[in-house]
C-alpha cells in the first residue's frame, strides 16, 4: 500500500538517514573537487538531482518491463551504465538546442556526472529495495536532496578551512576528508527521527 | 620503462588511492572490515587486469572519438563476470559489498587506467600496470581496513585482539571514521614522502574518468564565466 506518508519517509531517509555522500560514500569526487565554491557546489547538487530522477525515470522501467520479465536481470549493470551515460548526452543535447538558460546554468555539469556512481547507485538502489515506481522517484529526489544538503554544507566550511593554517602534512585533501567526517557525524544526529515521526 | 617499475609503481609511487586519490568511494565504503576490503581489492584487481588486457588489445580498433563509451562497455562486462562469480561462489560476500560490487564499473581507477595507460601501452605492460595498481589498491584497503577494524570493533577479520576487544571505539567503523582514518593516511604519507610525491592538490583532469566528456582544465575551471569567454 503506497501512502504519501511512506512516500514522504522514504524520501526523508534517502535525504538525510541514509546520506548518499556522508553515510554511504557515494559520490565522492564531485563531493570533494566541486565544493569549493558555493555556486559550483549549487549546481553540480542540481544537475545531480536532475540527473538521478531522469535516470530512475528511465531505468526503472527497463527493468521491470524488459529486463526481469526476460530473466535478462544479470544485464542490469551493463544496460544501466549505457542508458545513463546515453541519456546524460542526449539531455545535454536536447538542453543545448531549446532551453540554451538551462543549459548556460547547469550544462557544465552535466558531463561530469555521466560515471558518477551516485548516479548509477541510486539506479541500483531503487531495483535492489524493490522500490514501486512512486517510491523510486522519491528515493531519487531524496538523495539527490541529500547530496545538495551535503554539498551546501560542506562548501560553507571549507571556505572557512582555506582561511586556516594547519601542519603542512595536513593542507590541502587530509583536512579536507577530516573535516568531511566531522560533518558526517552531525548527520547521525537525523538517525531514527523518521522511526519517531512515522513509526 | 622497464617491466619491473611498471609493475611495482602502483603499489607505493603512484598508490592509486593515497597519491593518485582514486577510488575514494569503495575504499572509504568497503574499508570497514578486513574481510569486505580484501574482496573488494581482489573483485576490483580482477577487473582491472581483464579491462586493461582488452583495452590494449582493441586499441587499434576502437575509434578514438567514442573511445570512452567503448571501455565502459568492456569495464561492464567484467564487472557482470566477476559479479556471477561472486554470486555463485561466495554470497556473503556478495551481501556484505552489496552495492559496491556493481559500482566498480564506475571506479575510476579502471576507466581512469584505461585512458591514461592501456589505450597507449602494449598489451603486458597494461597486465603488469593493472596487476600493480591492483595490489596497490588492495594493500591500502587492507591498510585501512586493519586500523578500521581493529580500533573500531577490536577484530581483526573476525579475530578478536587482546586489550583492543575490550575497548572497542566503534565510530572506526562508521562513515566519519573512513573519513578521518583516509585523510589522517594521506597526511602520513604526504609527510613520510616528505611532499615529494606527486601530491595531487586539486582534482585535476589526468585521472577523472569524466575528463573526455567534460574536456576543462581543472574543476577548478567550473567557473561559468571561464567557460563563456572560452566561448567566444
Redesign the interface.
Known amino acids: 500500500m503506497i501512502t504519501i506518508k511512506g512516500l514522504i519517509a522514504i524520501l526523508l531517509t534517502a535525504t538525510f538517514i541514509n546520506n548518499y555522500v556522508l553515510q554511504q560514500f557515494l559520490g565522492i569526487c564531485p563531493f570533494l573537487g566541486v565544493s569549493k565554491k558555493l555556486d559550483q557546489a549549487t549546481g553540480m547538487s542540481i544537475a545531480v538531482i536532475f540527473v538521478m530522477m531522469i535516470a530512475t525515470l528511465v531505468t526503472w522501467p527497463i527493468q521491470t518491463f524488459l529486463l526481469t520479465p526476460n530473466g535478462l536481470g544479470y544485464m542490469q549493470t551493463i544496460v544501466f551504465i549505457l542508458v545513463i551515460a546515453a541519456l546524460v548526452q542526449l539531455v545535454e543535447m536536447v538542453l543545448k538546442r531549446y532551453i540554451p538558460a538551462l543549459h548556460a546554468s547547469l550544462g557544465v555539469y552535466l558531463p561530469l556526472i555521466t560515471t558518477n556512481c551516485a548516479v548509477l547507485g541510486v539506479c541500483i538502489n531503487n531495483i535492489d529495495s524493490e522500490f514501486t515506481f512512486a517510491q523510486a522517484m522519491f528515493n531519487a529526489f531524496g538523495s539527490g536532496l541529500g547530496f545538495l544538503i551535503a554539498m551546501l554544507m560542506f562548501a560553507g566550511i571549507r571556505q572557512h578551512i582555506e582561511d586556516c593554517d594547519p601542519p603542512e602534512s595536513f593542507k590541502g585533501l587530509p583536512i579536507t576528508l577530516i573535516s568531511a567526517g566531522i560533518v558526517s557525524i552531525s548527520f547521525f544526529g537525523f538517525a531514527g527521527i523518521v522511526d519517531n515521526l512515522f513509526g | 620503462m622497464n617491466k619491473l617499475s611498471v609493475l611495482t609503481k602502483g603499489i607505493i609511487k603512484e598508490n592509486p588511492v593515497l597519491v593518485l ?1 582514486l577510488g ?3 575504499t ?2 568497503t574499508s570497514t572490515g578486513v574481510t569486505s576490503a580484501l574482496g573488494m581489492g581482489a573483485a576490483t584487481t580482477a577487473v582491472l587486469i581483464c579491462s586493461n588486457i582488452a583495452i590494449s588489445i582493441l586499441k587499434k580498433v576502437i575509434p578514438d572519438k567514442v573511445r570512452i ?1 567503448c571501455y ?2 568492456v569495464i ?2 567484467f ?2 563476470l566477476v ?2 562469480i561472486v554470486k555463485a561462489y561466495a554470497p556473503a560476500l556478495n551481501t556484505a559489498l ?2 559496491y560490487l ?2 566498480i ?4 581507477i579502471i ?1 581512469g587506467r584505461a585512458e591514461m595507460f592501456a589505450s597507449k601501452n602494449s598489451v603486458v605492460d597494461s597486465a603488469l600496470d593493472g596487476i600493480g595498481m591492483g595490489i596497490g589498491f588492495t594493500l591500502t584497503l587492507l591498510l585501512m581496513a586493519t586500523i578500521r577494524e581493529a580500533f573500531g570493533a577490536g577484530t581483526w577479520a573476525g579475530i578478536p585482539i587482546p586489550v583492543l576487544i575490550d575497548h572497542p571505539i566503534s ?1 572506526f567503523t ?7 582514518v ?3 593516511l ?3 604519507v ?2 613520510l614522502t616528505s ?1 615529494k610525491a606527486p ?5 585535476d583532469c589526468e585521472a ?3 575528463a573526455a ?2 574536456g ?1 582544465g581543472s ?2 575551471d ?3 564565466s571561464k ?2 569567454v572560452a566561448a567566444e
Open positions: 586519490v575514494t568511494c569503495p572509504l565504503a563509451p565502459i562497455v561492464a562486462s564487472v557482470t559479479q556471477m552489496g552495492i556493481p559500482l564499473v564506475v571506479n575510476c576507466l565510530i562508521m562513515a566519519p571514521g573512513g573519513f578521518a583516509y585523510g589522517l594521506i597526511a602520513i604526504i609527510k611532499g601530491r595531487r592538490k586539486s582534482f577523472c574518468p569524466s566528456f567534460c576543462r574543476c577548478d567550473l567557473d561559468l567557460k563563456e
